[in-house]
């Protein structure tokens, strides 16, 4: 089992920035990608940002590219999302995922199989 446990939503103002965390426990030994995905109100959830065990492939919804880093901290078993030039059309609430074996397509919902609780990301205009 992995728990993922979401930190760092909150409010800001567009063009701020906002760091989300998720830390994960458990066996985490056998996470290969973690994931970030939002969703809107009415809407499935999508895409955000993805990165492999090693931190050296990452993966971006066109729509955060450039503004939005992931990152991660195998020691301290926690992913980061750093989000900078933050628009009102960014808010959601915003998730973080961890897959198992087999792995799949990062970019998809599909290929994971423990998710946080979620944080709530609000910017105002």
């Known amino acids: 089992q992995v728990q993922l446990v979401e930190s760092g939503g909150g409010l800001v103002q567009a063009g701020g920035s906002l760091r989300l965390s998720c830390a994960a426990s458990g066996r985490t030994f056998w996470t290969h990608i973690m994931g970030w995905f939002r969703q809107f109100p009415g809407k499935e959830r999508e895409f955000v940002a993805a990165i492999q065990s090693s931190g050296g492939v990452t993966y971006y919804a066109e729509s955060v590219k450039g503004r939005f880093t992931i990152s991660r901290d195998n020691a301290k078993n926690t992913v980061y999302l750093q989000m900078s030039s933050l628009k009102p059309e960014d808010t959601a609430d915003y998730y973080c995922?961890?897959?198992?074996?087999?792995?799949?397509?990062?970019?998809?919902?599909?290929?994971?199989?423990?998710w946080g609780q979620g944080t709530q990301v609000t910017v105002s205009s």
């Open positions: 995922a961890a897959d198992s074996p087999p792995y799949g397509n990062s970019r998809y919902v599909n290929a994971y199989d423990y």
